[in-house]
């Protein structure tokens, strides 16, 4: 893989896990800080976010996969062309 679209996909799951901790703070501890509506409002946000960051990175590393496959079926038909 390349080390760019790696360090990409690395990036989002790392901040989907600090928004997934950052939640589950606000869920269990939050509400006796904040008001009910802002309660609802970061829960929102945080999970909101690392739904979000989980889908990116899935979505990075699917289209990496089918451009790699493209890569490699154009390499394979390039060899068969020049066998012939």
């Known amino acids: 893989m390349d080390d760019k679209f790696r360090k990409r996909i690395l990036a989002f799951y790392f901040a989907a896990f600090l928004n997934l901790m ?5 869920l269990f501890s939050g509400r006796t800080l904040v008001e009910r509506g802002m309660w609802y409002l970061l829960l929102t946000f945080f999970f909101g976010f690392a739904v979000v960051d989980i889908w990116f990175a899935r979505n990075l590393k699917k289209k990496w996969i089918e451009a ?3 890569h490699v079926a154009q390499q394979q038909s390039a060899v068969k062309v020049g066998d012939k």
């Open 68 to 70: 790699y496959n493209q």
């Open 22 to 26: 950052l939640g589950l703070y606000v």
